[in-house]
């Protein structure tokens, strides 16, 4: 594909009914994958299909190729630029209607008239003490509603599949009931006399209305256990989607009005009463409070706001009255944003998931191969048609591939949903497999493993200056930048008096700032930008500074009128819990590499104080720098994640084998990130990779249980070991046992739960 098309793809998401299992999703994909330019990722349990489009195919077309397979499809409703009703809650990415339960509600009176059914055929065709005569009639009438009506889902799905020339599972359980009703009703009814005994054996008899009327309960239940249990994995994410605020009071004019929060716009400034939830995305323009932004990050602990911090949509003020400045609304949220990311995430598939897809593309026609061949085989060696028919409908039922369907994406709607509540989000299954080969990962210091948020620690004299004077002429000339160091210093100066006005101002990107302030020249920054404006410090002046950066401190030259006046030192305190952290991450098997553009004293003591070795610190690396030392890594053989959070992050995320973004950070860096942690602690790294190994490992399991039962599952069948009752009862069974086990996930990161004396059991806990 050539650049100019690439520049006209357009994603489509499609909601599609009537798939039952993996040779459905092959035959999707497959059909859409035709189309020229079109590639296709189908999502069995979400039934839904996240399809790339060139401009040259429209969605008609689209919707066309999925009605001619078989199986109905519609856009999924998703607001563009320019609609009406941009901007609404109404916007957010959904996972599923109100009709997600559907499937389960649709299913229950099916399964509850095979089962009131069922039981008495088992009865009394299995137990001899319960035969009447002419029990075989009774039978019949009791299992044709099961094999009719009750089946009918498996019978209409077969019959859809046939006419496009095609087969699924339901077409080998559709085969295999209808086998086993019709071939007892032809025996019933070539010999009338055949149950006019009682207390047959039921060895003696060649009727199988219980093996039909069983299989068609077993399978009903399967397939009833599953719709419940898709329902709960996409449960974490559809609460997390719903947790916006439905109304907001936006002032203006200086009154206040209730209006729905969907109708807000960028600018607006809406009131936060305690208690409330913050309406949209935006920052405080007055008051101060605590936010308690678990909802979003998963951190447990308020987090404080006060003027000109941001604030994120769907958090809860907890007690001061906040005026906050709508920045982003609707689709452009953080919360749409983490819905985009989870659904973009759950729709896709796993390298290791294309292996079923290929088997499911080919199973079924290969399993009725199979049966043909049993029947065939028993029947040239046998001569037995009782034996041969036994022998046939239980390769047919035991190799229902339900399990190979369900294996990969319902570990991966659990796992992510998961992460979604606890802040993780992971942006699409290759990262599940990357997430296993790393072996290094690289942090960035300021804002990940440190607060990022600078102090003034200290401001030694080197002149008959005051530190008080120096403080603030610093601070008055650094007001104007947006350096970090430059906020720290200025915040210093504001807390011992306004700021003194500034005129002249100047700054050198990497360098330092100046500016006239009192009709005195001041200049802040390094020694070479000093030294650029005719100040030179001497050998006793470096070797004050020295001492400072060798405790740790980052030091900012302060030059006045032409003199070097003193110095300013800065510290960033190391995040609590990133010592922790970082043992967790040396745990999972990675090496932990600190990178800054501090100097290297400044990354020695951090690095020591969280755990690193000095020869794992890589310090003084410039922001263009750490592409280039990620690839350093590389080339050592290293597999390299990173975490950051910077914009100056970005393009080393991207280079990255694994990209991990904090929340805290910038949209460019979630952008180019692989896993996103929503909140700014280090320890939600180590979590968020060992959510993935585990996402990865269930997956893993449900593939060799689903690929293991279909491996020793059609062969014993074939022999004539197994009976079709309980082949479908271990279909059934697979498929639930491989849903279960993806459920899991969900209680990943929850505490075990500890039974405390009976004594303490009212005492209350802190964090």
């Not at 100019?4 to 993996?22: K, P, S, Y």
């Not at 796992?415 to 296993?436: C, N, S, W, Y």
């Not at 990133?578 to 990178?595: D, E, F, T």
Request: glycine letters at 10%; proline letters at 5%.
């Amino acid at each position: 594909m050539d650049a100019a098309t690439l520049t006209n793809i357009r994603v489509i998401e499609l909601d599609i009914q009537g798939m039952t299992c993996a040779s459905c999703v092959a035959r999707v994909e497959r059909k859409l994958g035709k189309l020229d330019g079109v590639q296709a990722s189908v999502n069995l349990p979400l039934e839904s299909a996240r399809v790339t489009v060139p401009d040259t195919v429209t969605d008609q077309q689209i919707i066309d190729t999925v009605t001619a397979t078989g199986y109905t499809a519609r856009l999924k409703a998703s607001p563009r630029p320019g609609q009406a009703g941009e901007g609404s809650v109404e916007d957010l990415p959904v996972l599923a209607d109100d009709a997600s339960a559907a499937p389960a509600a649709a299913l229950r009176p099916r399964l509850l008239l095979a089962a009131v059914l069922t039981l008495p055929v088992v009865i009394i065709s299995m137990i001899p003490a319960a035969q009447f005569p002419h029990w075989g009639w009774w039978a019949f009438a009791l299992s044709l509603p099961v094999v009719s009506w009750a089946a009918w889902p498996f019978h209409r799905a077969a019959a859809v599949n046939a006419r496009h020339f095609a087969s699924t599972m339901d077409t080998l359980v559709s085969i295999g009931v209808s086998a086993a009703f019709l071939f007892s009703t032809w025996q019933l009814f070539a010999d009338p006399s055949l149950t006019a005994h009682t207390g047959m054996d039921m060895t003696a008899h060649t009727l199988y209305f219980e093996v039909a009327a069983v299989v068609t309960t077993f399978l009903l239940l399967g397939r009833y256990l599953e719709a419940n249990a898709k329902q709960r994995a996409g449960n974490a994410l559809k609460a997390l989607l719903n947790l916006g605020a439905k109304e907001a009071t936006v002032v203006r004019d200086g009154a206040e009005f209730q209006i729905p929060a969907g109708r807000l716009q960028p600018g607006d400034v809406f009131v936060v009463r305690p208690g409330e939830k913050i309406a949209t995305d935006g920052f405080v323009v007055d008051g101060h409070s605590a936010v308690d932004t678990s909802l979003i990050t998963g951190e447990s602990l308020p987090v404080e706001v006060g003027v000109d911090d941001t604030v994120v949509g769907a958090t809860i003020n907890t007690n001061g009255r906040l005026l906050v400045r709508a920045t982003r609304v609707g689709s452009a949220t953080t919360l749409a944003q983490m819905g985009r990311l989870v659904s973009e995430a759950q729709s896709g598939k796993a390298p290791i998931a294309r292996l079923a897809d290929r088997i499911s593309a080919v199973f079924v026609p290969v399993v009725l191969a199979i049966a043909a061949a049993t029947f065939i085989g028993w029947m040239l060696s046998t001569g037995d048609i009782q034996a041969s028919f036994v022998a046939a409908v239980a390769v047919l039922v035991i190799a229902c591939p339900c399990a190979l369907g369900l294996a990969t994406p319902t570990a991966l709607l659990t796992g992510t949903g998961r992460g979604a509540q606890m802040g993780i989000l992971i942006k699409g299954p290759q990262v599940l497999e990357d997430t296993r080969t790393v072996d290094t990962i690289v942090l960035d210091k300021t804002g990940t493993v440190t607060t990022g948020r600078l102090s003034v620690a200290g401001i030694p004299s080197f002149t008959g200056t005051s530190q008080g004077e120096i403080r603030a002429y610093a601070g008055a000339v650094e007001t104007a930048s947006e350096h970090p160091i430059a906020r720290a210093i200025a915040r210093a100066a504001q807390g011992s008096g306004a700021l003194l006005p500034v005129s002249g101002f100047d700054s050198a990107p990497g360098g330092g700032v100046r500016g006239t302030v009192n009709g005195r020249q001041v200049v802040a920054g390094r020694a070479g930008w000093l030294r650029e404006n005719g100040i030179d410090p001497t050998t006793s002046h470096y070797t004050a500074l020295q001492a400072q950066e060798d405790a740790g401190a980052t030091v900012i030259w302060v030059g006045i009128d032409g003199v070097a006046a003193g110095t300013i030192s800065l510290t960033d305190t190391v995040k609590d819990g990133s010592a922790a952290a970082i043992s967790r991450l040396k745990a999972l098997g990675l090496r932990p590499v600190l990178l800054t553009g501090d100097n290297a004293a400044v990354a020695a003591v951090v690095a020591a104080e969280v755990g690193i070795p000095a020869e794992d610190v890589m310090a003084g690396v410039l922001p263009e720098g750490k592409v280039e030392a990620v690839r350093k890594l590389q080339a050592s053989g290293a597999t390299v994640a990173m975490a950051g959070d910077g914009v100056n992050d970005a393009a080393a995320l991207a280079q990255a084998d694994l990209g991990i973004a904090m929340g805290s950070g910038t949209d460019v860096a979630i952008a180019a990130a692989d896993l996103t942690v929503m909140g700014n602690d280090l320890g939600q790294v180590a979590q968020a990779i060992e959510l993935s190994r585990k996402t990865l490992a269930t997956i893993k399991t449900n593939l060799f249980w689903a690929f293991f039962y279909n491996a020793i599952g059609i062969p014993v069948a074939a022999m004539g070991l197994l009976n079709p009752m309980i082949a479908g009862a271990a279909m059934a069974a697979s498929s639930v046992l491989v849903v279960s086990n993806s459920l899991r996930l969900r209680r990943f990161g929850k505490p075990a739960k500890v039974q405390a004396p009976a004594a303490r059991l009212s005492a209350p806990t802190s964090v």
